[in-house]
């Protein structure tokens, strides 16, 4: 579905994932039906750390473990590799980058792959974190990735690390701080998106267009 599109403007591509993410979510709806179904959390993940007042559950602890180092694993790759160059070099240059004598085909290929892996392990801790799946539990998530990924810099890997972070402390701090205003949360996230691209477009960690 993407290769059609690939010479095609960028917006062409951006509204064939869209399309390809409703097919899939509507694929799984008619498959395994929308009623949520009970995901197992390992009893290893199960436990809970009291540290003074604040009691923290196991499955926090190994999921920040386990995406710092998805995150340094797809760092290394990505900064440290071949295959992470020519998927630098691709995104800058499609054209060049094949006169180079690149596979772009395989490298593209690839590229999925990866994103697809580092999407499974995001969606199965989060599937512990609140254990029930369903075909369209990715949605809000996904577009949470995607406000994180502008707030840090579309095309940083680092970026979108502190991103998250940073979405996922300002929601946390003002339901800590103002918590009739819970319900809110999930526009702040939007709020962001919006200010960002208004006055920051490049993200905090993106490298500045030029004029």
């Not at 809970?48 to 760092?75: E, M, P």
């Not at 995104?91 to 006169?99: G, P, S």
């Not at 502190?162 to 819970?182: C, F, K, N, Q, T």
Request: glycine letters at 12%; charged letters at 15%.
């Amino acid at each position: 579905m993407y290769r059609p599109v690939r010479n095609a403007p960028r917006i062409s591509a951006l509204i064939t994932a869209i399309g390809v993410s409703f097919l899939l979510e509507n694929l799984g709806l008619v498959l395994f039906t929308g009623r949520p179904k009970a995901f197992i959390r390992p009893e290893l993940l199960s436990g809970v750390h009291t540290f003074g007042n604040v009691r923290v559950l196991d499955l926090h602890i190994w999921t920040a473990i386990l995406t710092l180092l998805i995150f340094l694993s797809l760092y290394v790759v990505i900064y440290r590799t071949n295959t992470g160059r020519s998927m630098r070099c691709i995104a800058y240059d499609m054209e060049t980058t094949k006169l180079m004598g690149v596979d772009v085909d395989r490298i593209i290929a690839v590229t999925f792959a990866v994103g697809s892996a580092v999407a499974a392990a995001g969606g199965i801790m989060w599937a512990m974190r609140y254990p029930q799946i369903n075909p369209l539990m990715g949605i809000l998530p996904g577009l949470k990735a995607f406000v994180a990924a502008v707030l840090g810099g579309i095309g940083n890997v680092g970026g979108a690390m502190v991103g998250g972070l940073l979405l996922g402390l300002l929601e946390i701090l003002l339901v800590a701080a103002r918590p009739d205003m819970a319900g809110y949360r999930d526009a702040i996230a939007f709020g962001i998106l919006i200010f960002i691209l208004l006055f920051r477009p490049t993200g905090l960690m993106g490298d500045r267009l030029p004029d």
